[in-house]
């Protein structure tokens, strides 16, 4: 709980600290297989559209833990999401939906 000041207690951690500190173990153990078992690596100097691109996909696979990495990629590169990719994404999926019917 928090103090008159609203600041939390040394002997209690916000429930917000604990679920990001949670979050970012699992998603350090993610990169961590992904460098060891799969190769990967280069996120450091890859484009905001390969991210973002990336994201996107893993996106519709439905891993958050995925999601969040190459979310904090994007982050950690100064970079934003690429709102061109994210339409062209969109309208891919659009032509496929069509497709389909």
């Known amino acids: ?8 207690n040394k002997e209690t951690e916000h429930p917000d600290n604990i679920a990001v500190d949670a979050f970012a173990e699992v998603m350090k153990a993610k990169m961590r297989r992904s460098r060891e078992e799969k190769g990967r690596g280069g996120w ?8 973002t691109y990336l994201l996107l996909e893993h996106l519709e696979k ?3 833990v995925d999601v969040a990495n190459f979310a904090m990629m994007l982050h950690q590169n100064g970079q934003s999401i690429d709102k061109a990719v994210v339409q062209a994404y969109r309208k891919a999926s659009l032509v ?6």
């Open 96 to 101: 496929e939906t069509e497709d389909s019917i």
């Open 44 to 51: 450091q100097t890859a484009s905001a559209v390969l991210l």
């Open 62 to 64: 439905g891993d958050p």
């Open 1 to 8: 709980m928090s103090d008159k000041t609203g600041i939390w």
